[in-house]
């Protein structure tokens, strides 16, 4: 049996009386699908989401229309015994919908008007609401065109009324856009002077109540554009979310908003300096430890040893000083890492004598693991922890290895 859409003609009404003509269970435990003689619900249809609510203090979780026949299914979770039942429509959420839904029109109105671009399709979910024009290729000052226009048409506070009108009489009508319909008429909502268009969804009486209309976000989709954008409550909560991020910002540069781009360019700049800088003094340094090792360094008539426990560095920097290091000819070096995650790398110059592969299994045994090898010119491996004490006598056994190749 169809059910009777009062919210055709009424969007603000959110408390009422309906009768119960059909009552199913439907899918999950304890939920029932039931169907009104008349409501005031929104169905999910049009890109608008449904309305949510209680009836008879149940609350409600989904409300769709069944293909079948037409009905409106609301679905509570509980059970209802009596025939007559009091409803209520979540207020806030409603007009939420009401002010987006609106907003759109006026949007694809406007886009329509400074671009020529037409609305494809419309989509809201609880935080956000988009269309799809049907062109790519908009400029940001027809972008911003569009959003002026549709907040003059805004202020200007014109009425929004809706009327079923015969679908041979809509076809001659300058409307929007007319979607293939099964009925005999059409729903047309008309924004006085500026609007005329097809729809089922829920609006509200002038658009004054749109309040504000911000794009926020444009997506290339192929040949499209998808415009999102914020209505109403949500361009309050929108323009509030960014304003505080703003001013957090703006403190912790102590800057104003409006030197907040420069302050970050300035910073920027800055890092790069830094971090040039910092490149310049780690090659320094590096020059200086390899000085000071080859100073330290053993010589035997074939090569020039260096051995060295280190802590509290990174692996990397130490293969990096491994391969600075064995671009002398003669020399092999057997550097380690204590810490909780000990680390031997044993390297030689190519002409050095030595096989590091071969070194590295007994000395990592020290460590405990045997994870780890290599090639003969270079071997890395650790893993378990490790103190300065157990390093340096791993790095004594790969020593005495080391001198008993050489001989
Ligand atoms: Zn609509």
Redesign the pocket.
Known sequence: MTTTRKYYQDSYTTRFQARIVEHFPAGEEQQIGLVLDATYFYPSS?G?PHDLGQIQGLPVTDVYIREADQAIVHVVTGQIWQDQVTAEINRERRFDHMQN??G??ILSQAFLQTSEAETVSFHMSGDSATIDLHTANLSGTQVQQAETLANRVIWQNRPVTARMVPQTEAEQLNVRKLPPINGTHYRL?DIDGFDL?A???T?VAHTGEVGLLKIIKLEKRREQLRVAFVCGRRALQDYRAKNSIINKLATSFTTSYTELENAVEKQRGELKQVQKQLKKQQGLLLAYEQAHLLHNSKRTGRATIICQAFADRDVNDLRQLARALCTRPGVIVLLGLAGPNAQLVFSRAVDAPGEMGQIIKPALQVLGTAAGGGSSSFAQGGGPPADLDRVQQALERAERLLMAQLK
């Open positions: 049009g608008q839904h609106t759109q029109h909502i268009t729809c089922g969804g609006h």
